[in-house]
């Protein structure tokens, strides 16, 4: 009788029931859920530095293409093309998408905007006292539409 028993015992011990392996696929979904949250979140977020590096880059060459024109105000022009001086690129707003110098859209940056804003400096806009040279602020914000980011970046130009 006792080998029986035994003979029993194990075939019942060997075996899963089906409340079990219910419960432990619930587990196992939760922990490869909570997983897959933590890939997406980091995935969602790699490409940020990436984007706001371009962003930088895009604000920083038409930062540069404005300083390098002449101070003095010589009368409107038409067409990016044709600016003569800083403040021909006040209310410059990017339509589709970020152009060159020429007014030509470059379609790898697509998904960016534009928008300069230059000032006469002085005390009320400038933090700085600029009140004994002539200055100019230059503030130029770049958006990213797919990030929802927008990198702003300042600069002064001044009448030497």
């Known amino acids: 009788m006792n080998k029986n028993n035994n003979k029993n015992n194990k075939k019942f011990i060997q075996g899963v029931t089906l409340?079990?392996?219910?419960?432990?696929?619930?587990?196992?979904?939760i922990a490869v859920t909570g997983i897959m949250m933590l890939f997406i979140g980091t995935t969602?977020?790699?490409?940020?530095?990436m984007?706001?590096?371009?962003?930088?880059?895009?604000?920083?060459?038409?930062?540069?293409?404005?300083?390098?024109?002449?101070?003095?105000n010589d009368g409107p022009t038409s067409g990016r093309a044709n600016y003569n001086e800083v403040d021909d690129?006040?209310?410059?707003?990017?339509?589709?998408?970020?152009?060159?110098?020429?007014?030509?859209?470059?379609?790898?940056?697509?998904?960016?905007?534009?928008e300069v804003q230059v000032e006469?400096?002085?005390?009320?806009?400038?933090?700085?006292?600029?009140?004994?040279i002539n200055a100019k602020k230059i503030t130029v914000n770049i958006s990213h539409s797919g990030l929802g980011i927008k990198i702003p970046l300042t600069a002064y130009r001044t009448d030497y």
């Open 19 to 29: 409340i079990e392996l219910v419960i432990s696929i619930v587990i196992i979904s």
């Open 89 to 114: 690129y006040n209310a410059i707003t990017s339509g589709s998408a970020i152009e060159d110098q020429f007014g030509n859209s470059i379609p790898a940056l697509a998904a960016y905007r534009a």
């Open 51 to 72: 984007v706001r590096a371009q962003a930088l880059a895009i604000a920083q060459s038409y930062v540069d293409e404005i300083i390098m024109q002449p101070y003095v």
């Open 120 to 132: 006469n400096c002085n005390t009320t806009i400038c933090s700085n006292p600029f009140n004994s």
């Open 44 to 49: 969602k977020s790699s490409a940020d530095p």
